[in-house]
């Protein structure tokens, strides 16, 4: 973070001194002189029991949600939700700097189509992008703490479980084009139905400017009923719909990458290839694509730069350990992402093929039906054994069955563990996939490492 005056950062939430800030923090491990230190009552930790501790280690000011002994009056800053006042806050750090930024979001895909914006736009110039998954009303200002005058490119991703999430984090952040990947199932359980999903997510064009490139997936089945406002530019990407803007053709997946030609119907074909495997790639590899072109960047080096994606953290991430292929895709699930990673699987050159499937959360109406599906797509993919994670699976299971899946369904962790090293040898392919909260990758590392440990 550039240093900021109080007065100017904290606008609208409080008349400040002209203190010069260094940082923004939520953390009282990160206090440092001259920082704002914004306090959050969370379930397990409250942020004002440490507030009066970061004044004293030079906090300038304190955010909070009632007066905290220990800090004076003029140097608390008094709201009533911590999380609107740090996107108020990087709204005004945000007005400092113009790089040239897209927004990310949708209910599937939303990470890895950002890491595929910022290979092709840090080909072009420093650029900024969300960490891991911090997309919230905490992740989002953070990210926008993290500009600079160096700062050329941004990409920032946005996510939502209520209406008016996204309105209030595009505006924000003030995108110069974005992204929607698809609309899915995800919060279904919050927003009823996913006409309402649409229209959370279409809350980014609010964000903005007039003309700004709106980039959007012609194969989804709601987006092309989205009412686009006039003011934008609506581009299309898609492998199936013919009248897409930018499409992807002869798709073949050779040793662990992806081929295709892109077709930009406004500057022409290129030979693409990326370093995932999976259509659902593809897609996201086109919306970052499409984004950057059509924000005035080289159609062909944005196309060659889509070489440079490099998966994060475990998202579809395929790996071998101790002669086993295992594609890590433990950090989110939906019905959408669930089909895709099986089909990932299915295309796995490997004899014997096993999936750790676990509970997909936040389905709501739509959750037994979503893991019935699984359970028939991993019939569909060949999976020889499945191995049901959580309460919510066991329909999952019963699906698979049905399709002449060996089955097995675990509702503890230990149970999960004892079925991997009993049934899990070289040369099989394992995917392990699920809702965060199953902690997958937790069961994932211990069972590396009693591998190894055998060894």
């Given amino acids: 973070m550039q240093t900021i005056h109080a007065n100017e950062l904290l606008a609208g939430l409080t008349l400040a001194e002209p203190l010069p800030v260094t940082a923004v923090v939520t953390d009282s491990r990160k206090v440092q002189p001259g920082c704002v230190f914004v306090c959050f009552a969370g379930e397990r930790v409250d942020g004002h029991d440490f507030a009066a501790a970061a004044y004293q280690n030079g906090a300038a000011y304190i955010v909070a949600n009632h007066p ?28 400092l700097f113009s790089p040239r930024m897209i927004g990310v979001t949708g209910s599937v895909g939303k990470t890895t189509t950002k890491e595929f914006c910022y290979a092709v736009l840090s080909a072009f110039g420093n650029t900024l992008k969300t960490e891991g998954n911090q997309n919230n ?26 209406a008016g999430e996204i309105e209030r984090l595009t505006r924000c952040a003030r995108p110069a084009a974005a992204i929607i990947t698809l609309i899915g199932v995800s919060h279904l359980e919050n927003l009823g139905t996913r006409e309402n999903i649409l229209k959370a997510k279409m809350e980014i064009c609010a964000g903005l400017p007039d003309g700004a490139p709106l980039v959007l997936n012609a194969d989804d089945d709601l987006l092309p009923t989205a009412k686009v406002p006039e003011r934008l530019h609506a581009v299309w990407f898609g ?7 930018v ?22 074909s290129f ?6 495997v999976g259509r659902h790639t593809v897609y996201d590899a086109l919306a970052a694509y499409t984004a950057a072109t059509r924000l005035g960047l080289d159609a062909a080096r944005c196309a060659a730069a889509l070489s440079r994606y490099q998966t994060t953290g475990m998202r579809q991430n395929i790996v071998e350990k101790n ?35 676990g509970d997909m959360l ?5 959750s037994e039906q979503g893991h019935r599906d699984a359970g028939i797509w991993a019939g569909e993919a060949g999976v020889d054994l499945l191995i049901a994670y959580g309460p919510h699976s066991a329909a999952m299971a019963d699906a698979a069955k049905k399709q002449g899946v060996t089955t097995v369904h675990c509702q503890t962790e230990q149970e999960v563990l004892q079925c991997l090293r009993q049934s899990v040898r070289p040369g099989d392919a394992l995917l392990a996939k699920a809702s965060h909260a199953m902690g997958l990758e937790t069961l994932l590392q211990r069972f590396y490492d009693d591998d190894d440990a055998q060894k």
Avoid: W
């Fill in 247 to 268: 499409r992807a053709q002869d798709i073949t997946t050779v040793a662990g990458s992806t081929r295709f030609t892109l077709t930009d119907a406004e500057h022409g």
């Fill in 362 to 366: 936040e389905l709501g109406s739509a």
């Fill in 323 to 357: 002669g086993i292929t295992v594609i890590e895709d433990c950090y989110n699930a939906s019905p959408d992402s669930m089909r895709a990673a099986l089909s990932v699987l299915g295309e796995l050159p490997n004899p014997r093929k096993i999936a750790l499937l």
């Fill in 137 to 162: 009303d905490i992740g989002v200002p953070n990210t926008l703490f993290r500009l600079t005058t160096a700062t050329e490119y941004a990409v920032v991703e946005m996510g939502m479980d209520h």
């Fill in 271 to 276: 030979a693409v290839s990326i370093p995932t």
């Fill in 239 to 245: 492998i199936d719909a013919p009248a897409a803007d």
């Fill in 68 to 95: 905290v002994p220990g800090v004076p009056e003029n140097r608390t800053v008094l709201v009533q939700d911590s999380a609107l006042a740090m996107v108020r806050m990087a709204s005004n750090y945000r007005m």
